[in-house]
């Protein structure tokens, strides 16, 4: 059964960091890209950042671009995925997801990935 469990998540004020984890189990997921997105009250879904399988590449919204770093370590049994979030602004509150195994190659459309955590809160306050 495959598991993505994210954790990290909590109060923060404004020009904080924070650093979630995405835990992966159950698949082999150091063969497949994985990514963060975000939703915020009254809003839809958005997504954060993705990076390939190698971790040789990431990629990022124009939002978190520069504040924002995401990282893997692939484990033989557990692959871990990390959002390092610097420079908080109240703007980036929301429910931060883990997700993984994208189909086709819009990795910015969450439709598009086959497996989600639970979320985890991230809330900045001022």
């Known amino acids: 059964q495959v598991h993505l469990v994210e954790s990290g998540g909590g109060l923060v004020q404004a020009g904080g960091s924070l650093r979630l984890s995405c835990a992966a189990s159950?698949?082999?997921?150091?063969?497949?890209?994985m990514g963060w997105f975000r939703q915020a009250p009254g809003k839809e879904r958005e997504f954060v950042a993705a990076i390939t399988w190698s971790g040789s590449s990431t990629f990022y919204a124009d939002s978190v671009k520069g504040r924002f770093t995401i990282s893997r370590d692939n484990a033989k049994n557990t692959v871990t995925v990390y959002l390092q979030m610097n420079n908080l602004k109240l703007e980036d509150t929301g429910v931060y997801y883990c997700s993984a195994d994208p189909e086709g190659s819009n990795w910015r459309e969450g439709s598009n990935w086959n497996y989600w955590g639970q979320g985890t809160q991230v809330t900045v306050s001022s």
């Open positions: 159950g698949r082999t997921f150091n063969n497949y890209p």
